[in-house]
């Protein structure tokens, strides 16, 4: 789960951690009120959406002349007229895709005085199975382009959680990041509470960036973004209160109310699988076979005909699907159970588009009869090769 840079804020200033002073707006007879209560001379203002590239990006609708997601203003009355001119606007990043996200959140925030821009981020690294620290000279552009082009800007720093986080590794930051002997004592401070609050608060990624440096020499957190575990939410329910549902794509957000694991793609045939591994396997053969998957769903392993209906819907709900691939091997999960649900689901919303379904395992052959005695017009498939090449020629025609 995904939070919007303000809150990421109010998280790190509770743990001690340096940020500017801000106010959140949530509509435009807010703005005047937010932006007085900060002593500027400048203003910053910016977008709230799930994306990056927010500075860089442009509005749908902008007579200004698409001046980016992130603004500055030099009075209260300027923060007003921009924040007016963001809010309820479509903003399109590198990240949103060319349909964009609206902008229903704006936060207003006091205007630093940069020296350096740096980058600082804590995340899970697969490669050591460790809480690492990312950090880079480079703050302020985009970390994907500093790695590709100067890899040898950016340091890792391995936690070992045998011991936890320690002095040594703040100071590993600090000189990962060139800062001044003057700035290590804040550094260790910095990512000492970065590390509680990672750790603390379930995280999968907290990212800093740019962490500057300040022309009067201090250290101070100048943007912020935090993914926090979802399988660990129940325990926070301070961070899941925080869940801004306006960002999350639909079908995703109603897949979660049945515990489906369910994440949009672009592609054209959607698919139900139990099992994340067998999922990865379906995808990539329908890749294989010229075309292109529109989403990754599980259904799990005991998952009920309510479920398997549920997701059934979900899929059909997609406008881009021209095909659908239910491939299902049981061994928890019963294929009757799933034969049950699709029959039901089709009952429910119909079928409109060509539908493939590969069973085998548990109950494989009461599976089969419910869907060969069901009325509706169902392609079988032997096994996963059979069932990729039989949907990819349905929907190629």
Known sequence: MNIHEYQAKQLLKAYGCPVSDGQPVFNASEAETAASQLSGPLWVVKSQIHAGGRGKGSFKEDAAGNKGGV??????????????????????????????????????????????????????????????????????????????????????????????????????VANALNLADSNMDECIELTTNLFRIFVEKDMDMLEINPLIVLKTGGLKCLDAKMAFDGNALFRQPDILALRDETEEDPKELEASKFDLSYIALEGEIGCMVNGAGLAMATMDIIKLKGAEPANFLDVGGGATAEKVTAAFKIITSDPNVKGILVNIFGGIMRCDVIAEGVVQAISEVGLKVPLVVRLEGTKVQEGKDIINNSPFDVIAADDLDDAAEKIVKAVKG
Request: without cysteine; proline residues 3%; negative net charge.
């Open 71 to 172: 603004r500055l203003a030099f009075s209260v009355e300027e923060a007003v007229a921009e924040t007016k001119k963001m809010l309820g606007n479509v903003l399109v990043t590198h990240q949103t895709g060319p349909a964009g996200k609206q902008v229903n959140r704006i936060y207003i925030e006091d205007g630093s005085d940069i020296e350096t821009e740096l980058y600082l981020a804590v995340l899970l690294d697969s490669s050591s199975s460790r809480i690492s620290f990312v950090a880079s000279t480079e703050g302020g552009m985009d970390i994907e382009a500093v790695a590709k082009d100067t890899p040898e800007k950016i340091i890792t720093v391995t936690i070992d959680p045998s011991i936890g986080f320690t002095t040594k590794n703040g100071q590993d």
